[in-house]
């Protein structure tokens, strides 16, 4: 939760500083970020509602009021799956093609992709924990895993003989169960 206070300051200046070069990546960010947030927005409301007990039902708590308020959220400004699934196509796009033309990743924040993989220590102090560094890593460790788990699935699916339109779904499918469980 506070790296994605930390991912909306960035996407912020990012949008502060916008140029032309930079529209794609700033509209595959912000789509990433509306959905995560607005979904989190709900998670988050739930928890203080049930954090409060009895008392978070209470017209004058206002958390129902915010739910029915905050719900359209995941909805309108584009739905929320959808604006998830132009993500994943837009980086598995940018995947493949460095991949065939052998260049380095630009723009999309998949440049610590050209670099070694990161190592998580195997002692795991309360310093390394804390560490932006460490923590860093770490999103970083799962985006170069999903990213290659995804484009393994649609290649897998290509091969059975699916159409790329129907592999990239699938493997959408597949994967919004198993991570939004
Ligand atoms: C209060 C409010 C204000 C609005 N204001 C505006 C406005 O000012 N201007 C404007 O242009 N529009 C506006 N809209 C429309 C809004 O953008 C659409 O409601 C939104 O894009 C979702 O489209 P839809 O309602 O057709 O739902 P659908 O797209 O039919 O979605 C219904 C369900 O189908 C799923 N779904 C849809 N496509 C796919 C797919 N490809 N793969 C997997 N699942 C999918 C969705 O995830 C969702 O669960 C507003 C909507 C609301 C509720």
Wanted: glycine residues 4%.
């Amino acid at each position: 939760r506070c790296m994605m206070s930390s991912a909306s300051n960035f996407m912020k200046n990012m949008y502060v500083k916008r140029t032309p070069e930079i529209s794609k990546a700033i509209h595959v960010y912000s789509s990433a970020l509306k959905a995560t947030l607005t979904w989190q927005n709900m998670t988050t409301l739930q928890e203080c509602r049930e954090a409060c007990g009895g008392q978070g039902l209470k017209t004058e708590n206002r958390v129902g009021i915010f739910k029915a308020e905050f719900d359209v959220q995941s909805t309108f400004e584009g739905d929320n799956n959808v604006l998830l699934q132009q993500v994943s196509k837009a980086l598995y796009a940018e995947f493949l093609t460095t991949q065939r033309k052998k260049k380095s990743f630009k723009g999309l924040g998949l440049e610590h992709l050209n670099g070694p993989c990161p190592v998580i220590p195997h002692s795991l102090t309360s310093v390394i924990l804390r560490s932006s560094k460490f923590q860093m890593d770490l999103f970083c460790l799962r985006e170069r895993d999903l990213l290659k788990q995804f484009a393994e699935e649609v290649a897998r699916h290509l091969a059975q003989g699916e159409s790329r339109e129907r592999a990239l779904m699938l493997v959408n499918f597949t994967f919004y169960c198993t991570f939004s469980c």
